[in-house]
């Protein structure tokens, strides 16, 4: 009975160490909506996992940067973040600031990363990219020595749970 115990006990140890290490690497990812981000995010934050972001993150997909903990973001050394104003289609079709909700976005941001952006003119229609050094100076880097569920929220929505649970076990391999 002891045995039986010990072995159960050992078993759901290990289930819940394969549920912390679950990683969503977002790479390719060039933004979108900025209320469908946040709702994608707030998921994301609720599930503990941790982001690799390994490419693009531009536009929205920036705001994983406010919604997920600091310390479960870590970027590669292809990550990039690119950042602009928030927009929307005028009158005649073309896009135009939306100064209230590019001040949401910029409210989302840790301290510093808006230091960075203010360095630089602010948010504006012209996109600005972080990354290599000065990114890799603001989140600690990570490898992608094990393969994680990609993300592509314009393209896909969140992994469904079977698929997460296919990548963890993949992980713990």
């Known amino acids: 009975m002891k045995f039986l115990t010990g072995l159960l006990a050992a078993v759901l140890l290990i289930a819940g160490m394969g549920a912390s290490h ?7 990812d060039r933004g979108g909506r900025i209320g469908t981000y946040v709702d994608k995010y707030q998921d994301l934050r609720q599930s503990g996992e941790t982001v690799i972001i390994d490419g693009l993150c531009a536009s929205a997909c920036t705001i994983v940067l ?9 970027v590669t050394s292809s990550a990039t973040l690119g950042f602009h104003a928030a927009w929307d289609f005028g009158s005649n079709g073309r ?35 972080l990354k290599g050094r000065q990114l890799q100076a603001m989140y600690k880097p990570c490898y992608l020595d094990a393969q994680a569920s990609a993300i592509k929220p314009s393209r896909r929505p969140m992994p469904q749970a079977d698929q997460i649970e296919s990548a963890r076990g993949q992980l713990l391999r």
């Open 95 to 129: 896009a135009i600031t939306n100064a209230e909700a590019t001040q949401m976005l910029y409210a989302m941001y840790p301290s510093q990363v808006k230091r960075w952006i203010s360095q630089r003119g602010g948010l504006t229609p012209h996109m600005l990219f």
């Open 66 to 74: 406010g919604a997920i903990p600091h310390d479960r973001i870590c």
């Open 22 to 28: 679950a990683v969503v690497r977002i790479a390719d």
